[in-house]
């Protein structure tokens, strides 16, 4: 089993940057793709970016160019690097990761709240 634990959340004002981290722990033998999604009151979760194991990445057109996703496999540790943030960028912020190699499973983390002040 795999266990997401998100942090760096918090409250900053617009324009402001602000980086998440989601550290993966458990019984694995590798994590595969790799992403943040988000989850504004009111919305549906919606996908915010997401890399491959061997870094290729894709973003929604919503924090292209401001948000930036990465990832440390020594570390099992998935990164989100936000600047200029933005009052609808407003939301909690979810890790979400896929492993197996045979059968795939997927996991979540519990989230982590990020209020962006205009």
């Known amino acids: 089993q795999v266990q997401l634990v998100e942090s760096g959340g918090g409250l900053v004002q617009a324009g402001e940057s602000l980086r998440l981290s989601c550290a993966a722990s458990g019984t694995f033998l590798s994590l595969n793709t790799m992403a943040w999604y988000r989850q504004a009151p009111g919305n549906q979760r919606e996908l915010v970016a997401a890399?491959?194991?061997?870094?290729?990445?894709n973003y929604a057109d919503s924090v292209k160019g401001r948000f930036t996703i990465s990832r440390d496999n020594a570390k099992n540790t998935l990164y989100l690097q936000m600047t200029s943030l933005k009052s609808e960028d407003t939301a909690v912020y979810y890790c979400n990761a896929n492993y197996g190699t045979i059968v795939p499973y997927e996991v979540w983390g519990q989230g982590t709240l990020v209020t962006v002040s205009s």
């Open positions: 890399i491959s194991r061997r870094g290729s990445t």
